[in-house]
């Protein structure tokens, strides 16, 4: 039943870049855990469950179309040590996440079950784009110092 192919397409790419997203997040709590930031390692764990959550409903939604689960290979991301660094890496990937998943939605506008799992993660990782320009707004407001000493 799988009908339309190049929405299916897109499901699968939401899935490799989502578990990659979910890994990328999972490294990086643990490294802000490890440098006294529990703070920041507590959202990033959040994150990983939260995206892991959505890439398990993408996948059953594949299997509901027919679709055959792929484990594609995953480019290599990078790695911050500096959190103010990885803030700014990981806003830009929720605003360019952001831009392909509004393609798919629309894809999905007669699917309206991918519909609405497209459209709560959509408003999810605005969500988190929105936190991550306030974050950034506030470390050129308090300073880079100040901001850190929150995260503890």
């Known amino acids: 039943m799988a009908q339309n192919k190049e929405l299916i397409q897109a499901l699968q790419a939401i899935v490799t870049g989502l ?3 979910a ?6 709590s643990k490294i802000f855990a490890a440098q006294g930031f529990s703070k920041l390692a507590d959202k990033y764990a959040e994150h990983v469950t939260e995206e892991r959550g959505y890439v398990d409903q ?3 939604r594949l299997l509901d179309l027919g679709a055959d689960i792929k484990n594609d290979a995953k ?8 959190p103010v660094d990885w803030i700014k890496y990981d806003l830009q ?3 360019d996440g952001l831009a392909f998943l509004k393609t798919v939605i629309d894809m999905a506008k007669d699917d309206l079950t991918t519909y609405d799992i497209l459209k709560d993660y959509y408003k999810d990782e605005e969500e988190d784009m929105y936190w991550g320009e306030q974050q950034l707004e506030l470390i050129d407001l308090i300073g880079k110092q100040n901001w850190l000493l929150q995260q503890l």
């Open 93 to 95: 990937v929720s605003i």
């Open 58 to 60: 993408i996948i059953d």
């Open 75 to 82: 480019e290599a991301a990078p790695v911050h040590k500096d």
């Open 19 to 21: 578990s990659q997203q």
């Open 23 to 28: 890994d990328g997040h999972n490294i990086q």
